[in-house]
């Protein structure tokens, strides 16, 4: 197997893999080409992992497909929800591990860490229950015709996650389309392959078959550009920016017209009302913005607050945003680790020094924190104008940028404002005001006096150009099947 031994201060030495996991099994790439895994904590490299070229991405197709068109087909919905289950125990045993890896790699907090990989198996497990509870229907049309729906598989499933939630992403992949009986070749993002690779190596002992899951290290544009066109790919679902899920939905279309599905960028508004309890909304909004660094898709990153607390809760947030503890992820106080490179610094800061001259007012932070590692001091703006870029576009970091309202109408017009619509939240302590205001959001989820709260049992997606179609509850599982119509003519001839 290809590996190494690494360290990190919660497990202590262990071992990483380092091949491409195809057929069950850790192996070097066809070129040998290698790429170095820095440590966004102190800038240095962790180690170097193989990289999966086009060639790689054809060996881990085929095996896909060998399984799907194999053994796999014979594994009842039953067992391949045992396969599931066992999967998820299995995660649950070796959580602090996995977390540690995330936490070594990605810079999130351990905390933070342990709780994406609970979340995580909790959701292998959620789709494990779903596996052999995906029916068709009888249709009722004459006494002369049976006629019957089967939902069955699509194929091959090529998934593409991003680097800000690498094991929730694998999760929210792998456990629907495995359990509508897909087989799966997933890219990780090139940033982040470390936690994804010491999962693989659970995917052999919890019986899968080889060739069902498959788990390859790479970059986008060569193994996932070689993913989004593979002629022998069905499907590609994918997790990043907006401007790279236009690539991918190109790609799918010149080839051979695979089903996509997209959950891509957000600019998300979190509105606080005067009736809201002010230090309830303070601590969501925080969260809402500051959670994953601010590297959060669904990042609560325009808030617009109601001008009758507006510099009451200014001045709260910045307290508040204060009392965050930025530093070592290994630290089990630290709320806010790095940003995951020295590419998403940058482009950061200068978001951060775009404000600064378009005439926001910086609250608080702005600046660096500390001297090593890719770390930003939680950032707040205040008196941000609609045309602002920090307003606009997605800075994907832990920028807020605070706005004035005076009426709902005004509000729910600058909220609708943007191209994008993955997520909202309201704060405010009127029912009818939450209910009317989320009913007027274009949003995928609007959060009542609370942010972030994702589930998986609950569906998550996007309006607009925050993507197509959804992941996690129920509604996952329409990604990952297509519907057959079966029609028997029981009467005599007719014509």
């Not at 499933?157 to 680097?163: A, F, K, S």
Request: aromatic share 8%.
């Amino acid at each position: 197997m290809a590996s190494i031994e690494l360290e990190t201060p919660v497990t202590g030495k262990y071992t990483q893999p380092t091949g491409l996991y195809i057929n069950n099994e850790f192996v070097k790439g066809v070129d040998g080409k290698t790429f170095e895994v820095i440590n966004p904590s102190t800038e240095k490299v962790i180690c170097s992992v193989h990289e999966a070229t086009e060639k790689d991405v054809d060996i881990a197709v085929a095996a896909a497909r060998e399984a799907f068109e194999g053994t796999w087909r014979k594994v009842t919905p039953g067992a391949r929800g045992k396969l599931l289950l066992k999967l998820a125990d299995l995660m649950e045993r070796d959580l602090e591990k996995i977390a540690a890896v995330e936490s070594l790699d990605n810079g999130k907090s351990i905390t933070m860490a342990k709780g994406d990989v609970q979340s995580a198996a909790l959701c292998i497990r959620y789709y494990g229950g779903w596996a052999d509870k995906i029916e068709g229907k009888t249709i009722d049309m004459d006494p002369d015709t049976l006629v019957y729906t089967k939902q069955e598989p699509i194929g091959v499933c090529g998934q593409i996650i991003p680097w800000n939630f690498p094991m929730l992403m694998w999760s929210w992949k792998i456990g629907p389309a495995i359990a509508c009986g897909n087989v799966v070749v997933l890219k990780t993002a090139e940033q982040t392959p470390l936690s994804a690779l010491v999962t693989a190596a659970l995917i052999k002992e919890a019986g899968f078959p080889p060739g069902v899951i498959n788990i390859i290290s790479g970059f986008g544009r060569v193994a996932g550009a070689a993913i989004s066109a593979h002629m022998d790919i069905d499907k590609v679902a994918f997790t990043g920016s907006t401007g790279v899920g236009r690539q991918i939905m190109k790609a799918a279309a010149d080839s051979n017209l695979k089903k996509v599905t997209l959950e891509l960028g957000g600019k998300s508004p979190n509105i606080v009302f005067d009736d809201a309890d002010i230090e309830n909304a303070i601590s969501w909004v925080n969260f809402g913005i500051f959670f994953n660094h601010g590297q959060t898709c669904c990042a609560g990153s325009r808030v617009y607050v109601q001008e009758g607390i507006y510099d009451k809760f200014v001045e709260a947030f910045k307290q508040r945003a204060l009392a965050n503890k930025v530093g070592d992820p290994f630290h089990h106080e630290t709320f806010q680790g790095p940003q995951v490179s020295q590419l998403q610094y940058d482009r950061i800061m200068e978001y951060i020094e775009d404000g600064k001259k378009a005439g926001a007012t910086v609250v608080t932070g702005g600046e660096r924190h500390g001297t090593e590692g890719y770390f930003i001091q939680p950032t707040i703006f205040s008196g941000v104008t609609e045309d602002m870029k920090i307003m606009r576009e997605e800075i994907f970091g832990p920028v807020c940028s605070i706005a004035k309202f005076s009426t709902e109408e005004e509000v729910i017009k600058n909220a609708n404002s943007s191209n994008y619509g993955l997520a909202a939240a309201v704060h405010t302590s009127h029912i009818n005001t939450a209910i009317r205001v989320s009913n007027a959001l274009k949003a995928g989820t609007v959060w009542v006096n609370s942010y972030n709260m994702l589930h998986h049992q609950m569906p998550f997606g996007g309006y607009k150009e925050s993507g197509i179609g959804r992941e996690l509850g129920e509604a996952a599982l329409a990604n990952y099947t297509q519907t057959k119509s079966v029609s028997i003519r029981l009467g005599d001839a007719l014509f």
